[in-house]
């Protein structure tokens, strides 16, 4: 993966939150596999049902899905679709 990607952040969102190391990987690691299970659908389309499955990821961490979804939307974006590699 490409660390500039990792890096963006939408010119109007506010700052992002600083993750521990282990609540980064595993956004990380959520965008890549997801995109390996949705293949080439719209981020667009999968967003909602990332975000509902991240509340049930998540486990006990406080880790909101505002604050990991721009890292798990940059990692899905590197990651290639099944077939694709």
């Given at each position: 993966m490409e660390?500039?990607?990792l890096?963006?952040?939408?010119?109007d969102a506010?700052?992002r939150r600083?993750?521990?190391?282990?609540?980064e990987?595993?956004?990380?690691?959520?965008?890549?596999?997801?995109?390996r299970h949705?293949?080439d659908?719209?981020?667009?389309?999968?967003e909602?049902?990332?975000?509902?499955?991240w509340?049930?990821?998540?486990?006990?961490?406080?880790?909101?899905?505002?604050d990991?979804?721009?890292?798990?939307?940059?990692?899905?974006?590197?990651?290639?679709p099944?077939?694709?590699?």
């Open positions: 660390q500039r990607a890096d963006r952040t939408p010119s506010s700052p600083m993750l521990r190391r282990d609540e990987a595993l956004a990380l690691t959520y965008g890549v596999e997801a995109r949705y293949g659908r719209a981020w667009s389309e999968v909602p049902e990332l975000a509902s499955g509340s049930r990821l998540r486990k006990r961490s406080r880790t909101e899905w505002a990991v979804a721009d890292r798990v939307e940059a990692a899905w974006s590197c990651a290639l099944p077939g694709e590699r």
